[in-house]
């Protein structure tokens, strides 16, 4: 069974910044995909960033030059370090990984960590 586990999130004001982490465990054969999504109230969740295992970075525009997406594939990690931080950023973020246990690789999710940027 895969775990996604992510932590990191909380309170900030304007212009702050956070750091998320998520970390894959189980039986794990593969991953390609890692990622962030991020859901607020009201809203539909969206990408906010994504890297694949060669390293190909993908940002939504709006948190192009503040978010930076990394990845340690030794330790089945993805981070985000979230500078500039608004408070239209608030929202649950959710960590994504394309992981294959078996033969066909499979979406997996994380449980959501709250960030709230908030004066």
């Not at 994504?96 to 690789?105: C, E, K, Q, S």
Request: include cysteine; proline fraction near 3%; hydrophobic fraction near 35%.
């Amino acid at each position: 069974q895969v775990q996604l586990v992510e932590s990191g999130g909380g309170l900030v004001l304007p212009g702050g910044s956070l750091r998320l982490s998520c970390a894959a465990s189980g039986t794990i054969f593969s991953i390609s995909s890692m990622g962030w999504y991020r859901q607020a109230p009201g809203k539909q969740r969206e990408l906010v960033a994504d890297i694949t295992n060669s390293g190909r970075i993908n940002y939504a525009d709006s948190v192009k030059g503040r978010f930076t997406i990394s990845r340690d594939n030794g330790k089945n990690t993805v981070y985000l370090q979230m500078n500039s931080l608004k408070p239209e950023d608030t929202a649950v973020y959710y960590c994504n990984a394309v992981i294959r246990t078996g033969l066909l690789p499979q979406y997996y999710w994380g449980q959501g960590t709250q960030v709230t940027v908030s004066s």
